[in-house]
């Protein structure tokens, strides 16, 4: 029922930024988390960076100072500002957000993208 649709992804040179964006079908407000993470091929999917609702942004120690995130609730997206960028990062980014229902019982429900491919070049 909720869509999540990734983009903004591509080819860069080390150093360089990629503005990802997130579009929900449903108002970003209504998300109790909100993350981005990122996979690599044959490896685990890893968080990149968290937004619990009303709580600051964290961010995962390899992109501390580099990634940035950003809500725009007219819009209803959530972005991922990437800056100087390495080919470490390069991976698929992928946009999660989570709802925790309480009623009629307690659950979570995981919403996942289809992904956007990060290429950073040496």
């Known amino acids: 029922q909720v869509r999540l649709v990734e983009s903004g992804g591509g080819l860069v040179r080390a150093g360089g930024w990629l503005k990802l964006s997130c579009l929900a079908s449903?108002?970003?407000?209504?998300?109790?988390?909100l993350a981005w993470y990122r996979q690599v091929p044959g490896q685990e999917r890893e968080l990149v960076a968290l937004?619990?609702?009303?709580?600051?942004?964290t961010y995962g120690d390899f992109v501390k100072g580099r990634f940035t995130m950003s809500k725009d609730f007219t819009k209803n997206t959530l972005n991922l500002h990437t800056n100087r960028l390495t080919p470490d990062d390069t991976a698929v980014y992928f946009c999660n957000a989570k709802i925790r229902r309480r009623t009629p019982e307690l659950r979570e429900e995981t919403y996942w993208g289809q992904g956007t491919q990060v290429t950073v070049s040496s």
């Open positions: 449903e108002n970003i407000a209504s998300f109790d988390t």
């Open positions: 937004w619990p609702k009303s709580r600051d942004s």
